[in-house]
């Protein structure tokens, strides 16, 4: 794709990476075909070929008030950044990137009201800080009855407790973990079952208190700045560890883990963290990748469950991980129901959910129809934001896959 942006546009570090990526663009709209957005609505404008489109008029023309409009900032909210046309293309344009260039800019030029500013800046603000984020879901649950539906659904019940974890450091091998910022509230047992199974295959995960939330709520709401910050503050939290020989930072929540795994790239021009963030990016490893390279004989585990998985966005399109969650649990001998358009985004994507509640729920039960398809007795997933989602609809029961491991090997 041709691009016409000046030589002072191209000083900026943003507007030449925006210029790399649209130039490896040809147009074709391939993305289209498996963008979900697309698949609903039917309006170019809403597909990436469309949003590039609509990027690069913004990108070019920095004064122009024609291009920067409420409209196209609605097409580019609309994005899921689920990554799927990412996957799809045959020229390997990263999507992901330039949207969050997109976004950025036409948040600058086009700012939100008021009610829409505060409304954000409370997700922010709530769902980023563990502590807070658990006291918010604990007062929804005593306020549910008399909420509205359409918010009722959003707050999940009280989850299961978590198990007893293993005494830290135990083993020689030791790991990180990134406790996330939402799952400790809606289900604390997922870490626990992490660790768990790891400390039969001779494992400790070790978690690190001042590390927080990994950036990617921040971040993906175009706060990128305080994204960034908490990014580095998670650096400084986990570096001491690294130093003393944690093998790597385990992510049981795939948004965190794609997310992490940037980090080398977000601050490539910070010098004072540059190499750091890349080496934790190095280590950064989603839950499967250290569990698919275990002998997973020792965990003694029959699964003989009937398992519809779901492959959140960021596993597979994100991080390239499509498959691997199933390799694992055919290997423990869960049995498997096929998934029909297993690629596609069930409308979670962070808090989508929240500010596209419309196009969310469609994008849900489409996903639950393909999802059950089979006839599970349950549903796994790899990302809490998903669990939750596809819960909300009331129906066949959802959970991480590594809790369905750690009951079958009890």
């Excluded at 690629?343 to 129809?369: E, M, N, V």
């Amino acid at each position: 794709m041709q691009t016409r942006f000046s030589p002072e546009q191209l000083a900026q570090a943003h507007i030449r990476e925006a210029d790399r990526i649209l130039r490896s663009c040809v147009h074709c709209g391939f993305c289209n075909a498996t963008c979900p957005t697309y698949r609903l609505l039917g309006d170019e404008r809403d597909g990436p070929r469309g949003r590039i489109y609509l990027m690069k008029s913004l990108l070019e023309n920095p004064g122009d008030p024609e291009i920067a409009t409420e409209q196209t900032r609605l097409h580019l909210d609309r994005c899921l950044t689920c990554r799927n046309c990412e996957t799809t293309c045959p020229s390997g344009v990263e999507y992901g990137k330039l949207v969050d260039i997109g976004r950025a800019e036409i948040e600058a030029r086009v700012p939100r009201g008021p009610g829409e500013r505060a409304f954000r800046e409370l997700l922010r603000r709530t769902m980023a800080r563990p502590r807070v984020a658990s006291m918010f879901f604990a007062l929804g649950r005593a306020a549910r009855p008399m909420l509205p539906g359409s918010l009722r659904e959003k707050i999940p019940p009280r989850p299961a407790p978590a198990g007893q974890r293993p005494a830290a450091a135990r083993h020689a091998r030791r790991m990180l973990i990134l406790e996330g910022c939402v799952q400790p509230g809606l289900s604390p047992n997922t870490n626990a079952a992490a660790a768990r199974v790891l400390d039969r295959l001779g494992v400790s995960l070790i978690p690190a208190p001042e590390a927080g939330c990994c950036g990617a709520l921040d971040y993906h709401l175009n706060a990128q700045r305080d994204g960034l910050d908490r990014a580095r503050a998670n650096i400084d939290a986990w570096w001491p560890a690294i130093e003393q020989g944690a093998e790597t930072i385990v992510q049981t929540a795939s948004g965190c883990g794609a997310f992490v795994k940037e980090y080398g790239h977000l601050l490539a021009d910070d010098p004072k963290y540059a190499d750091r963030a890349a080496e934790v990016s190095r280590r950064a490893r989603d839950l499967v990748e250290v569990l698919r390279e275990e002998p997973l004989e020792r965990l003694n585990v029959r699964g003989n469950r009937e398992i519809a998985f779901h492959s959140p966005c960021t596993l597979q399109h994100g991080q390239r991980l499509g498959g691997a969650v199933e390799e694992v649990l055919g290997r423990l001998d869960f049995r498997l129901t096929p998934v029909p358009d297993a690629h596609l985004c069930c409308g979670s994507a962070g808090t989508y959910s929240i500010t596209q509640p419309g196009l969310a729920r469609k994008l849900r039960d489409d996903k639950l129809r393909s999802l059950e398809s089979g006839g599970p007795e349950v549903i796994a997933t790899a990302n809490i934001g998903c669990q939750n989602h596809l819960a909300s609809a009331g129906r066949t029961p959802v959970q991480h896959w590594i809790e369905l491991v750690d009951e079958a090997m009890r």
